[in-house]
């Protein structure tokens, strides 16, 4: 800590402090990439098949939801009226 010109207290790091802290980060951050590594080496096969029921789960709700989508439609219905058409080519 340093005084400042008006006799506040400052938080001054040296540049070699400030060297020390950044190539620490460094490392930290190189060691966690390192592990994520290590890890998905490990478990490939059980994060591909995770994915892959996920991805067949998600396929299936969307099937699921555009065919209720479809039922949801009223269907025609076709009463009879008891008129016939005198001219009526069909019957």
Avoid: H
């Amino acid at each position: 800590m340093k005084l400042n010109c008006n006799g506040g207290m400052v938080a001054a790091f040296q540049n070699e402090d400030f060297l020390i802290l950044f190539l620490l980060l460094i490392r930290f951050l190189w060691y966690k990439k390192y592990m994520i590594k290590e890890f998905i080496k490990k478990y490939q096969e059980d994060i591909i098949l995770v994915i892959g029921v996920i991805l067949i789960s998600l396929f299936s709700f969307a099937m699921g939801y555009i065919v209720a989508k479809e039922q949801e439609k009223q269907p025609l219905r076709f009463e009879e009226t008891g008129f016939i058409p005198k001219n009526n080519f069909f019957l």
